[in-house]
């Protein structure tokens, strides 16, 4: 502890506010909350036992400044505010950031329809979710559709159509654009879809199992096949539910456990008694002190809809009534942490603890798990190229060609040393004549750099390093681009791996084991990987395109439409009619034509 630390140590007060760890470039390396900020930070600099990453984080600590709050939930949402917007190092790291599907009910409209969505808004929509754990959004829509006619279509009715779609020729829609249903007799199909949703499925599973009969004793074993499918996701949909069907409890379930290095976090959803989902996330960067659930809990609702009045917590939580008033105004009315001591709450809690002891010793089991790895490879890749910061965001550049039309360059992006598949970048070269790597390189960082003000959340945050992947000639070539923006930036060279730096003439050799070189090398391998599929989809899209074109009555745009729907060829050529003709302009008649197309001919993929 310097003598700087120790003077502001003295004199911190005993008040609520956030505190801010700085290292000595002066970077924002730690942001945490406390209800005494004298007590909470001076844990930091005790002698008390410490764990593996506090130790480290205490070890870069080289200033600190702290902002007073006037109350704790303040000092918990200005907390959360400063993590997002600085991104620390230390801060938890958590490795499940999606948002999960739910199925949503227009409820409002004349004839509701349904739909998979994954954002929840204050509609006055029923929804239903989240589904995961095998239990997919999808597979539950297409049994409700194959079984209840509601439609899945938007916009206003009934329309001036005089026929119905082809769902309503096979009998998965009752045809309301065409009056072909009163609201009396819709309305009725609608509430039959929220009794199932609700878990009244016994009807949907006896009409699953007639047709699996029938179908069977048809000798039509494939479509037979398919309603068995159906009827086993129903049946893991009724083995998850964990409490009396009759109580309808709906709640969400967060537990938290570690030991000394290493933590975990369980979530449950329960809806109307039946468990449609349970998530195990690893936390990353585990320090004493710190308060994670109401941290996660906190960015959990933050991307997903609160739908439940209570919330079951393990241990409780620090911060308690400030978390519960932050989340009881977003939900717009109440919302109650509890910690259940008996009954089916309590079941609930020891199941989820349950999963979290379970998932806690895996993770423990590994000697030396990816975060350790991670921790170990960014410090010394820092030290080796003798970086001003930590590469928290790294961001390398590959150009790959095949003739002089298929020119293009990829961007990948590992955040604190993990792929950041969201913010990956994809660039067709589009000023560059014949074969040129050098112009084609220059080209893609010139229009990066050009971006760092925009809007794409990929483009908007700044590298803390950029990796070429080539030689000192690529190096040279756009150095006068990325310098303009002092981000420090190399090239690695595949041969013998040398490494180039911006700021000096001498080539860096690393050792072949170092971890330092084994992460550029992840990263490179990974720019190059992109760049060789953008490639290779390029060269499938025109190769389809020419055969598309050959099929009456499509034309590019049609072709070009479908390949941005299902992405390949093997897609298209697999397709049924009618996910055909979910892309726009396809209608039955061109549908058929493309299926009847590649059940004559075999196309092959390069």
Not at 33 to 57: E, G, H, P
Request: hydrophobic content about 35%; glycine content about 4%; some cysteine.
């Amino acid at each position: 502890m310097n003598k700087k630390i120790r003077k502001k140590l003295s004199l911190l007060p005993k008040s609520s506010g956030v505190y801010i760890m700085l290292d000595k470039h002066n970077t924002i390396i730690y942001i945490g909350k406390a209800k005494n900020l004298k007590s909470r930070v001076s844990q930091y600099f005790s002698k008390s036992s410490k764990n593996r990453k506090t130790m480290l984080l205490v070890a870069e600590i080289d200033d600190f400044e702290y902002i007073l709050t006037n109350s704790e939930l303040e000092a918990l949402v200005l907390e959360n505010s400063l993590i997002k917007l600085h991104k620390p190092f230390y801060n938890i790291l958590l490795k499940d950031d999606k948002t999960y599907p739910y199925l949503k009910i227009h409820i409002n409209e004349d004839f509701p329809w349904i739909e998979i969505v994954r954002i929840v808004k204050k509609d006055g929509s029923l929804y239903f979710g989240p589904y995961m754990r095998g239990i997919t959004a999808a597979g539950l829509l297409d049994i409700i559709q194959s079984t209840f006619p509601i439609r899945g279509c938007k916009g206003a009715l009934p329309t001036k159509r005089e026929r119905g779609c082809l769902k309503s020729f096979i009998g998965t829609c009752s045809a309301p654009c065409i009056n072909a249903i009163s609201k009396e007799e819709y309305s009725l199909i609608v509430q039959d879809v929220v009794n199932f949703l609700s878990g009244k499925a016994d009807y949907v599973k006896d009409d699953l199992k007639r047709k699996i009969e029938m179908f069977s004793n048809r000798e039509d074993f494939e479509t037979a096949i398919k309603y068995r499918d159906k009827l086993q996701m129903l049946d893991k949909l009724e083995r998850e539910q964990v409490v009396d069907i009759t109580q309808k409890i709906s709640v969400d379930v967060f537990v938290r456990l570690a030991d000394k290095d290493y933590g975990v976090i369980t979530v449950l959803n329960v809806r109307n008694g039946v468990l449609i989902g349970v998530q195990n996330i690893q936390i990353y960067n585990l320090l004493d002190n710190m308060d994670v659930l109401s941290s996660y809990i906190s960015q959990y609702y933050e991307k997903n809809p609160i739908l439940v009045k209570e919330i079951i917590v393990f241990p409780e939580l620090e911060f308690k009534s400030e978390l519960q008033d932050h989340l009881s105004e977003i939900k717009g009315s109440k919302v109650k942490f509890v910690y259940p001591k008996a009954g089916v709450k309590k079941q609930l809690l020891s199941f989820a603890l349950k999963n979290a002891e379970e998932y806690l010793s895996k993770v423990v089991a590994r000697n030396v798990s990816i975060e350790d790895r991670v921790l170990t490879s960014l410090r010394s890749l820092k030290e080796d190229l003798d970086l001003p910061t930590y590469p928290k965001r790294i961001e390398c550049y590959d150009i790959s060609n095949f003739a002089s039309s298929d020119k293009v360059g990829s961007m990948v992006v590992f955040s604190n040393g993990l792929p950041n598949k969201k913010h990956y970048r994809k660039f067709r070269i589009k000023n560059v004549k014949g074969i040129d790597d050098y112009a084609s390189m220059l080209e893609v960082l010139t229009r990066r750099m050009e971006s760092l003000s925009s809007a794409d959340i990929s483009f908007s945050e700044k590298p803390d390093l950029i990796i070429i992947d080539g030689g000192k000639g690529h190096l040279s070539t756009v150095k006068s681009i990325i310098s303009k923006y002092d981000i420090p930036f190399i090239s690695l060279a595949e041969k013998n791996e040398d490494i180039y730096l911006w700021n000096k003439n001498e080539i860096l050799q690393l050792n072949k084991d170092s971890d330092s070189l084994k992460l550029l090398q992840r990263v490179r391998d990974e720019a190059h990987r992109f760049a060789n599929s953008y490639r290779d989809n390029l060269q499938n899209k025109r190769m389809l395109d020419s055969q598309l074109t050959n099929i009456k009555g499509v034309g590019e745009k049609h072709a070009k439409d479908l390949f941005e729907y299902f992405q390949n060829i093997e897609s298209i050529k697999t397709a049924s009619i009618e996910e055909l003709m979910k892309v726009p302009g396809i209608g039955e008649k061109k549908a058929r034509a493309i299926k009847e197309f590649f059940s004559n001919i075999t196309i092959e993929e390069s």
